[in-house]
Each structure stands twice: as C-alpha cells, then as structure tokens.
C-alpha cells in the first residue's frame, strides 16, 4: 500500500545527542515536509522540499537540519542546538507545488523525547 | 505573515450536543482552508474550503467559509464520544500545498 512510514514511532534521547528521525514515502510525491507539534499547540513548519537535492526552511529550522537526496526519502536531524527537541514530529508529502489541499499526506509520527 | 487562529482551545460537551468550531485566518494569498482531526497521531482530512458560502457537509460534520469576514467554522451535530480529537484548521502559505500555517487547534471532549 503507498504511503509514508516515519520511524521510529517513539525515541528517547540524552541531551546533547544527535538524533535522526526518518521519513520515507512510496507515494512519488515530489514534495515532502517536516511538522513538529508541542501540546496545546498546532502543526509548524521546519523544513520543506519540492525536489530532490532542495530545501527550505520552515518557520522554525533553528536546531534542525534535513537532506533530500532521494525523492522518497526525506529524514530529520534533531540537533543538539535545539533547545527544546521534545515534541511529536509529522512528517507529509504531496505531489507537487500547486496540487489541492486534499492531497497532502501526512504519517503517523515520531514521539521524541530528551532526557 | 500567514496566522491562523482557532478557538474556543478546548471544548467538553455530552454525546448528543452540537458543537461549533471556530478559525479565523490572515493569508497573503488565499487559495483554500483546510479542517482535520487529529486523533494521537497522523492528522485526517476532513475538508477542503475555496468558496464562500457553499457548505461542505459529510455526516454530522459540515464546515463553511467566509472569505469577506476571514473566517470558517466547523459543525458537529449530535456528537459522539469517537468525535473526541483535536480539529486542526490550516491555510496553505506560498507556492507549495504542503507548506501550510495551523491554528493551534481545538480540543474536542465528548462525555457519554
């Protein structure tokens, strides 16, 4: 079945640790896009990419980085910059710049906590 | 800078009440609103919004747009303790679909 897998479900990690979250889709979406999610709040953007070997930051790349060097892959490095890494990240794709909204596709996340 | 603002937060109600969900926005260039509930994980689509005044409706949901006031709201009629979900609300913003700025969402409690 197509979709997106983020792995891992659930991640604990000491502060000061790097950690990659992985986001893989089979969907041949061009674009694909990392969320984060604190309680009590909404979705906000850390980075994007509308093709392979290109990306954007969000409104909130600070302590993040990405790489897009497959079209089906896009994973996220939580670095030690970041101040306040524990969160639930989502990640989504969608077909291209200028699809509909109902096309974008989110997975089922990745909980991350730092201890 | 694309805001999107939802409310009420939080809402707890008994099966069988309706509920109104608020979301009002401000988007440099506006091309549709988006509604989902969220439900612990992966966000699901409920609608998708272009037009004013033309209610989409699926069920007991049913969601409008008013594009003169910035504003849609979202309707749930005799609710039900599987509605119990965050309902997200989201604006695409600059050239990508995905690229979308969310309301802080509603928090949705339906007791029995």
């Known amino acids: 079945d197509g979709g997106i897998t983020q792995s891992p479900k659930y991640l604990f990690r000491k502060e000061g640790q790097n950690v990659t979250l992985s986001c893989e889709q089979n969907?041949?979406?061009?674009?694909m896009y990392w969320y984060r999610q604190d309680p009590g709040q909404g979705l906000r953007l850390i980075y994007y990419s509308q093709i392979v070997n290109d990306f954007q930051k969000g409104d909130i790349a600070e302590g993040y980085s990405v790489s897009r060097e497959k079209k089906e892959s896009f994973p996220l490095t939580v670095t030690s910059a970041q101040k306040n890494p524990t969160a639930f990240y989502l990640c989504?794709?969608?077909?291209?710049?200028?699809?509909?909204?109902?096309?974008?596709?989110f997975g089922e996340g990745s909980w991350l906590t730092v201890v | 800078e694309d805001k999107v603002v939802q409310s009420p937060l939080s809402l707890v109600v008994h099966e069988g009440d309706t509920v109104t969900l608020n979301c009002s926005y401000e988007?440099?260039?506006?091309?549709?609103l988006l509604w989902y509930k969220q439900e612990k994980k992966a966000p699901t689509f409920l609608f998708m919004l272009t037009s004013s005044g033309i209610e989409k409706k699926s069920g007991r949901l049913s969601s409008i747009l008013d594009k003169k006031e910035l504003f849609s709201i979202l309707n749930i009629t005799a609710t039900q303790t599987g509605d119990s979900a965050v309902y997200l609300c989201a604006v695409p913003s600059g050239t990508s679909y995905g690229k979308l700025t969310f309301g802080q969402g509603t928090i949705l409690t339906v007791h029995p």
């Open positions: 988007v440099t260039n506006f091309r549709s």
């Open positions: 989504a794709s969608s077909p291209r710049a200028g699809g509909t909204g109902n096309t974008i596709y």
């Open positions: 969907l041949n979406h061009d674009a």
